[in-house]
């Protein structure tokens, strides 16, 4: 099993930033893929940023030039800076992890809240 732990959402002004933190733990097995999904209220769940262990990366380009996805694999750790915030930015983010012998595992999600 893999338990996902997310923090730091919360409410932010538009032009604002938040950083999220996502620390996995369990049966992880490197090499594994980590990142970021959100899903706002009547909408269906969206990718926004991922990070190989490599730390390659890759974006929506709703967030491109505003949000940075890091990891540091030292603590299983993946970060998301979100800065230059909209009010459309406002969801639930999940953290998802596809582990080294591919499974998929969602956390519980954390709200982000942005007002104009």
């Known amino acids: 099993q893999v338990q996902l732990v997310e923090s730091g959402g919360g409410l932010v002004q538009a032009g604002g930033t938040l950083r999220l933190s996502c620390a996995a733990s369990?049966?992880?097995?490197?090499?594994?893929?980590i990142g970021w999904h959100r899903q706002a209220p009547g909408q269906q769940r969206e990718f926004v940023a991922s990070?190989?262990?490599?730390?390659?990366?890759a974006y929506a380009d709703s967030v491109k030039g505003r949000f940075t996805i890091s990891r540091d694999n030292a603590k299983n750790t993946v970060y998301l800076e979100m800065a230059s915030l909209k009010p459309e930015d406002t969801a639930v983010y999940y953290c998802?992890?596809?582990?080294?012998?591919?499974?998929?595992?969602w956390g519980q999600g954390t709200q982000v809240t942005v007002s104009s």
């Open positions: 998802k992890i596809r582990t080294g012998e591919g499974n998929g595992y």
């Open positions: 369990g049966s992880i097995f490197r090499p594994y893929l």
């Open positions: 990070i190989t262990y490599g730390g390659n990366t």
